[in-house]
């Protein structure tokens, strides 16, 4: 309460009100914030909001319309998928070089574990 708690901004523009909601739903998809929780899925609801979309949205919407069960929340398959790309990148950077899903379904989590032992 007695700071800003404000990381990063994000903005979009475009020639018309929807122009710039469909850059915002892609810049949204592609924004990662690791490590700590975020609104960035709070703000990919409201980019699909029909009230929000169509612009009959008002100053008390969020608190007395806005449904915030459509807020989505990682699943492990988004999680899996997060810890895949940084192994990835993990052993491009470290001269490890490439890794792939083993035959026996391997977990991610486990292959990113067993790769940080191995550069101990």
Not at 10 to 33: C, H, Q, S
Not at 58 to 81: G, Q
Request: net charge neutral.
């Amino acid at each position: 309460m007695y700071f800003d708690p404000l990381l990063a901004k994000l903005i979009v523009y475009g020639k018309t009100r929807n122009e710039a909601i469909e850059k915002m739903k892609l810049a949204l998809d592609d924004f990662i914030i690791s490590g700590i929780k975020s609104n960035i899925p709070f703000h990919q609801a409201m980019m699909k909001d029909t009230k929000f979309l169509d612009g009959s949205f008002h100053t008390n919407y969020l608190e007395n319309e806005f449904d915030i069960s459509k807020i989505k929340s990682l699943n492990d398959k988004d999680m899996e998928a997060i810890a895949a790309i940084l192994a990835y990148n993990f052993c491009e950077h470290s001269g490890i070089g490439a890794i792939t899903q083993s035959r026996n379904d391997t977990s991610l989590w486990r292959m990113m574990e067993l790769l940080s032992l191995k550069n101990k």
